[in-house]
């Protein structure tokens, strides 16, 4: 099971991969997590007057889950891959929202690759692509297995930009185990997830 970080960004990726749409070698992920992804141990960093009006990242060119996510994308791709990730704590309790850059191997507009998205997650139940312009936030996952995604293109560059919000705790988490489980044991793969999100 991937963990959080991998698991927002990798899902922001994979069509990309899958269809060669994706440079393979100049992939920028950011990801902005809450507090909840450090679990409950008593940090300095992590006590609410340290993360409150603020916000700082941190594994900067040495995350432990850039391994992982290379590792995935490479098997998908059938050779290695390059990413640059960097981490963020913001003061959130739970979620993360993960925005990447990736230079295109063609032109393509937005409506292009969200088709591609659409078609790769085509029965997918808890993936879900927003239309073009659309773009996800993390209080709509809250509490929820959903990963919602959202495409665009930047004309200026022409590079793809891709936004995903999970709830770490659910989809990053203990929601996904739940799920793998599910499909390791032959059950339908939303037994026990079926639940709507906590907001609004």
Known sequence: ???????????????????????????VIDSISGASGAGRKPELGLHFSELNENARAYGVTRHRH?????????????????VAFTPHLAPLTRGILTTVHV???????????AEAF?????GRLFVRVLPPGEWPETKQVAGSNFCDIGIGVEPRTGRGVVVTAIDNLVKGASGQAVQCLNLMAGWDEATGLRFPALYP
Do not use: K
């Not at 230079?103 to 507009?109: D, E, K, M, S, Y």
């Open 118 to 122: 659409r078609g790769y997650y085509r």
């Open 103 to 113: 230079p295109l191997t063609r032109q393509a507009t937005a409506a292009e690759l």
């Open 1 to 27: 099971m991937p963990g959080c970080y991998p698991t927002g960004a990798l899902l922001g990726l994979a069509p990309l991969v899958a269809h060669r749409l994706a440079d393979l070698d100049r992939i």
């Open 66 to 82: 850039t391994p992982e996510i290379e590792q995935e994308l490479g098997a998908l791709a059938g050779r290695p891959v390059l």
